[in-house]
């Protein structure tokens, strides 16, 4: 089992900055890739970004140059720089882990953190 927290999230002006972070325990040995996923109310939930071991990173169109995923393998942390933040980005952020085992890639997830920006 895997086990991820997330913190970082708040409330937060157009315009303003949050980092995000997600600690990775448990059972994290071939973790590969992680992100971030997020919610908004009566929507579904949509990939944000990830980013893999090997540091190749994904983004959705609508963050693209605003928002910055990172990884730290040492600390099995994943981080989300999320600049230029607009109200559409309010939601709850989740994330996730993948790790690939016996050709099954199993998926986990964090209880996920609010971000809430006000216009």
């Known amino acids: 089992q895997v086990q991820l927290v997330e913190s970082g999230g708040g409330l937060v002006q157009a315009g303003g900055s949050l980092r995000l972070s997600c600690a990775a325990s448990?059972?994290?040995?071939?973790?590969?890739?992680m992100g971030w996923y997020r919610q908004a109310p009566g929507k579904q939930r949509e990939l944000v970004a990830t980013?893999?071991?090997?540091?190749?990173?994904n983004y959705a169109d609508s963050v693209k140059g605003r928002f910055t995923i990172s990884r730290d393998n040492v600390k099995n942390t994943v981080y989300l720089q999320m600049n230029s933040l607009k109200p559409e980005d309010t939601a709850v952020y989740y994330c996730?882990?993948?790790?690939?085992?016996?050709?099954?890639?199993?998926?986990?997830w964090g209880q996920g953190t609010q971000v809430t920006v006000s216009s």
């Open positions: 448990g059972s994290i040995f071939s973790i590969n890739a």
């Open positions: 980013v893999t071991s090997g540091g190749t990173t």
């Open positions: 996730n882990a993948q790790k690939p085992l016996h050709f099954v890639t199993y998926n986990y």
